[in-house]
């Protein structure tokens, strides 16, 4: 058993040692250690429902693994709340019969407990046999996944919408009730606050050039919001969020806007295009799929209901 760290709040030197993993689990995975929610929840720290656990081996003078849990919105009618929780390991300690994960996924689930239980979501990128038997060990089932999809740009169509930058300091209000009433029910997207969006506004790769809105009849219509992606093998354009207001839904905005994002991102001299989908959206994966996208990979969670200390599960 490893020795496994509770931290509700870091200070600057513990948040520097995650950052050195974290960067090294980016390197050698080739994708984000953690998700983009996960990482601002971490750099701002404290808020409420954030716990990070820490990973140390005897030897060791930097952590060697990490953990995360952020508590949600009872979005399963439980009435004790949802979780979802990441779990990293540093590339150098992944050997063979190393215990880093499943310890840390037993202290996660064990503080879930504590705290009164709940339905709990363990997001991994990209899921192996091994991370099948984890989870499974745990006694967790394989729920919602993700489809990240790429295609080549630019596009052979075009879009044919008129669009313009999103205003910083102006449309927020617009942008939040469009995207929280498209996106009522998906438990990341929906539901965002003011803090939530300025929070995006603040990080480094934020360019309202790149977030486009399309309007009707003098209001918000639908958006495509582009986010750049800086890599070794040169830099790929994600379309991060595209969404119509669904009292103009069936008017073929949302491709139109797809291919807004896509055309941005060509002028920028972009050639790989990237975005994500939940596999169960059947009509968006089939736009994507008409719009050259293939699946490039596959994210997971695995789920399961964790009961409150001193109850037993079922």
């Avoid at 930097?62 to 009618?77: I, K, N």
């Avoid at 990128?125 to 295609?151: K, V």
């Amino acid at each position: 058993m490893h020795d496994i760290r509770v931290k509700r709040h870091l200070d600057e030197s513990e948040l520097a040692s995650l950052t050195a993993l974290l960067n090294a689990a980016t390197e050698a995975d080739a994708h984000p250690a953690l998700d983009e929610h996960t990482w601002l929840d971490l750099v701002q720290g404290g808020r409420a429902g954030f716990a990070g656990l820490m990973a140390w081996e005897p030897g060791h003078p930097h952590p060697v693994g990490y953990a995360q849990l952020s508590r949600g919105e009872d979005t399963h009618g439980r009435g004790n709340g949802s979780w979802a929780l990441e779990v990293v390991v540093d590339p150098h300690h992944r050997v063979p019969g190393n215990t880093i994960a499943a310890d840390l996924l037993a202290s996660a689930l064990e503080l879930v407990s504590a705290e009164g239980g709940g339905h709990l979501h363990l997001w991994v990128s990209r899921p192996s046999p091994f991370h099948d038997r984890m989870a499974a060990a745990a006694g967790l089932t394989p729920g919602r996944a993700l489809y990240q999809m790429r295609r080549s740009v630019p596009a052979d169509e075009h879009s044919t919408l008129d669009v313009r930058a999103f205003r910083v300091g102006v449309d927020e209000e617009a942008w939040l009730g469009v995207n929280n009433r498209a996106f009522a029910w998906h438990p990341e997207q929906g539901g965002w606050s003011l803090e939530t969006l300025v929070a995006r506004e603040a990080q480094p790769w934020f360019d309202p050039r790149g977030f486009l809105l399309h309007e009707v009849d003098g209001r918000l219509g639908g958006f495509c919001w582009t986010k750049i992606h800086e890599g070794h093998a040169g830099p790929v354009g994600e379309i991060y969020v595209v969404a119509v207001d669904p009292d103009l839904s069936g008017r073929g905005l949302g491709r139109q806007l797809v291919l807004a994002g896509l055309d941005h991102l060509a002028a920028l001299g972009i050639e790989e295009a990237m975005l994500y989908v939940d596999a169960a959206n059947r009509p968006a994966v089939k736009l994507y799929v008409d719009l050259g996208f293939l699946v490039n990979h596959i994210d997971r969670a695995y789920t399961g209901d964790i009961a409150p200390a001193g109850r037993p599960p079922g």
